[in-house]
């Protein structure tokens, strides 16, 4: 059984930062590409950054800068590491196995003005 569990969000001003975990169980994570998406309230679902087996990232240009996303194959666990937060980034952020069905429950990041 396949199983995505995000953490790490929570409340933060304006400027600041937040560090989300994507913990994989139940699937050979180093052999999956990993995305990060967002989905704020009467917004379509949208990819902010993925990073493929080999490393390479993908960035939502909005983000471009300011999110860094990276992997721990040995941990199965996938990482968006967020600096500079605006408000307009507050929402619940997700990760996926990239061409898969597979998505985790979300987190929630809040970010204050």
């Known amino acids: 059984q396949v199983q995505l569990v995000e953490s790490g969000g929570g409340l933060v001003q304006a400027g600041g930062s937040l560090r989300l975990s994507c913990s994989a169980s139940g699937i050979a994570f180093s052999f999956n590409s990993i995305g990060w998406y967002r989905q704020a309230p009467g917004k379509q679902r949208e990819r902010v950054a993925s990073i493929s087996t080999f490393g390479n990232t993908v960035y939502l240009d909005s983000v471009k800068g300011r999110f860094t996303i990276s992997r721990d194959n040995a941990k199965n666990t996938a990482y968006l590491q967020m600096n500079n937060l605006k408000p307009e980034d507050t929402t619940v952020y997700y990760c996926?196995?990239?061409?898969?069905?597979?998505w985790g429950k979300g987190t929630l990041v809040t970010v204050s003005s």
């Open positions: 996926k196995i990239e061409n898969s069905d597979y």
